[in-house]
């Protein structure tokens, strides 16, 4: 099994920053790809961007591409996400995402492990 804990969110201005960290702890040698998804108020979860684990290949939606930024530590088992520029549409809670199956990469779907989501507010 593959435990998540997401943290790094909070209340920040528009054209502020904050920088989100996910820490994986059990089965980690099984994830092939580790992603960010959100899920604004009323909405559906969306795909934000991800990283292959053996790899530096990075997605981003086109919504947050030159804005935010995916990063990982194999060494810490850990996933980054750094959001710069934010707007009040980034309002969201961001739930990191772990594949080990190698499902699609920009879909709900192609994740089975999830953190339990850590709000992110952006005031204008």
């Known amino acids: 099994q593959v435990q998540l804990v997401e943290s790094g969110g909070g209340l920040v201005q528009a054209g502020g920053s904050l920088r989100l960290s996910c820490a994986a702890s059990g089965r980690t040698f099984s994830v092939y790809t580790m992603a960010w998804f959100r899920q604004p108020p009323g909405k559906e979860r969306e795909f934000v961007a991800a990283?292959?684990?053996?790899?530096?290949?990075?997605y981003y939606a086109d919504s947050v591409k030159g804005r935010f930024t995916i990063s990982k530590d194999n060494a810490k088992n850990t996933v980054y996400l750094q959001m710069d520029s934010l707007k009040p549409e980034d309002t969201a809670a961001y739930y990191c995402?772990?594949?080990?199956?190698?499902?699609?990469?920009?879909?709900?779907?192609?994740?089975?492990?999830w953190g339990q989501g850590t709000q992110v507010t952006v005031s204008s």
């Open positions: 990283i292959m684990r053996s790899s530096t290949i990075t």
């Open positions: 995402a772990l594949s080990t199956t190698l499902g699609p990469i920009k879909s709900i779907n192609g994740y089975d492990k």
